[in-house]
T-cell receptor
Framework: EPEVTQTPSHQVTQMGQEVILRCVPI?????FYWYRQILGQKVEFLVS????????KSEIFDDQFSVERPDGSNFTLKIRSTKLEDSAMYFC????????????FGPGTRLTVT | QKEVEQNSGPLSVPEGAIASLNCTYS??????FFWYRQYSGKSPELIMF????GDKEDGRFTAQLNKASQYVSLLIRDSQPSDSATYLC?????????????FGQGTTLQVKP
């Protein structure tokens, strides 16, 4: 069964450093998303991406964040200058493009900013 | 008022019983409703989605939607210890049109052997 994959599974970085989180969505899916979950808190939407552009972003997704689909398979989230409060699980999700928006999540990347 | 509200639990049921998980939402324009299961330290796993009023059954799981009451629930029949997890309710707003999901805090279910 096709799955969303994410790398790395755990990233430790120092405050102020740039990180790139990578995702390979399910093949033939059309919509891609990033969510995050701070430990003990709810899953929060960051950004949705369709047809090679951002379709919606949350207030969390400020100028420090960017997304890219550099080729036909990868989908990346970049944080330019990490802050302590960026420490969280980051989940990539993809959606086949049906009207119901059913999203399938990857295993996540645990980002720890020290 | 929280956009998507769930009782955090824990909800404890004996093995073989029916577990009933509830969720309310504030935006009347919401169109699609999802239940995800999340084991500790893992990612959300889609169990069911529903967008029409009424019941939708899939194996041991039944999702129920009542848009007039802004209420969605998940029933798990013949609960097993492996069902012990946090169950997340998520909602997609009609106005969003981008697939953005708004999640509740989740309800922790404990199924005791």
């Amino acid at each position: 069964e096709p799955e969303v994959t994410q790398t790395p599974s755990h990233q430790v970085t120092q405050m102020g450093q740039e990180v790139i989180l990578r995702c390979v969505p399910i093949s033939n899916h059309l919509y891609f998303y990033w969510y995050r979950q701070i430990l003990g808190q709810k899953v929060e939407f960051l950004v949705s991406f369709y047809n090679n552009e951002i379709s919606e972003k949350s207030e969390i997704f400020d100028d420090q964040f960017s997304v890219e689909r550099p080729d036909g398979s990868n989908f990346t989230l970049k944080i330019r200058s990490t802050k302590l409060e960026d420490s969280a699980m980051y989940f990539c999700a993809s959606d086949p493009g049906s009207t119901s928006y059913e999203q399938y999540f990857g295993p996540g990347t645990r980002l720890t900013v020290t | 008022q929280k956009e998507v509200e769930q009782n955090s639990g824990p909800l404890s049921v004996p093995e073989g019983a029916i577990a009933s998980l509830n969720c309310t939402y504030s935006d009347r324009g919401s169109q699609s409703f999802f239940w995800y299961r999340q084991y500790s330290g893992k990612s959300p796993e889609l169990i069911m989605f529903i967008y029409s009023n009424g019941d939708k059954e899939d194996g041991r799981f039944t999702a129920q939607l009542n848009k007039a009451s802004q209420y969605v629930s998940l029933l798990i029949r013949d609960s097993q210890p492996s069902d012990s997890a946090t169950y997340l309710c998520a909602v997609n707003r009609d106005s969003s049109n981008t697939g953005k999901l708004i999640f509740g805090q989740g309800t922790t279910l404990q199924v005791k052997p």
